[in-house]
């Protein structure tokens, strides 16, 4: 159990243009979904936290503009990067947590979706 | 930032235990110690946590010191596929809405 998926799992676009990322929690609802982004050799970097229905709050020095977040149900959060260019190549990753009274104290991990600007 | 500090690379043999110590002088007494690992091009996978108490499950045994200034994890008979970077984290937040600051983990190597 507690399955996320992210699609696509890599992704190749031209410099100026968007790329929407999806994560999904296949087995369980989650209340907060969390999107990291992880350069060669480099730990993860926190960027936001998702709620369902509401607003995402971004961590200091993340374009909220730029990185637009959606988190439309219990089970689906999106990741748009808007007018990509060669610095937003990344490995972007995301993470879920259950809803309360299923183990929240747990965050479950997406494979990760590498994006590569030209 | 984030409140761990550990190695940044260790080895050990395979088939023997693999202990990877973690700091974390500057944890609150309500913050929970993490332990995750990322095998190359994949997403975190989680491994145990634990409060203030020692826990052990399927993969791991994790031993938190008396004053919860550090921690160890404990692979008790490491494999290759156990070779990964393993990442200690101090969860910052309260039950429904925490976040998890990563650090430069350490990378542990098992040799055959």
């Known amino acids: 159990g507690a399955v996320v998926s992210q699609h696509p799992s890599r992704v190749i676009c031209k410099s100026g243009t968007s790329v929407k990322i999806e994560c999904r929690s296949l087995?369980?609802?989650?209340?907060?979904m969390f999107w990291y982004r992880q350069f060669p050799k480099q730990s993860l970097m926190l960027m936001a936290t998702?709620?369902?229905?509401?607003?995402?709050?971004?961590e200091q020095g993340v374009e909220k503009d730029k990185f637009l977040i959606n988190h439309a149900s219990l089970t689906l959060s999106t990741l748009t990067v808007t007018s990509a260019h060669p610095e937003d190549s990344s490995f972007y990753i995301c993470?879920?947590?259950?809803?309360?009274?299923?183990?929240?104290?747990?965050?479950?991990f997406g494979p990760g979706t590498r994006l590569t600007v030209l | 930032d984030a409140k761990t500090t550990q190695p940044p690379s260790m080895d050990c043999a395979e088939g023997r235990a693999a202990n990877l110590p973690c700091n974390h002088s500057?944890?609150?007494?309500?913050?929970?110690v993490y332990w995750y690992r990322q095998i190359h091009s994949q997403g975190p996978q989680y491994i145990i946590h634990?409060?203030?108490n020692n826990e052990t499950n399927e993969m791991a045994s994790l031993i938190i010191t008396e004053d919860r200034k550090s921690s160890t994890l404990i692979l008790p008979h490491a494999t290759l596929r156990d070779t990964a970077v393993y990442y200690c984290?101090?969860?910052?937040?309260?039950?429904?809405?925490?976040?998890?600051?990563f650090g430069s983990g350490t990378r542990l190597l098992v040799r055959p």
């Open positions: 993470s879920a947590t259950p809803l309360p009274g299923h183990s929240t104290d747990t965050q479950y």
């Open positions: 087995d369980f609802q989650a209340t907060t």
């Open positions: 998702s709620n369902e229905g509401s607003k995402a709050t971004y």
């Open positions: 500057t944890i609150s007494g309500n913050e929970y």
């Open positions: 634990g409060l203030k």
């Open positions: 984290i101090v969860r910052v937040g309260g039950d429904s809405s925490y976040k998890l600051i």
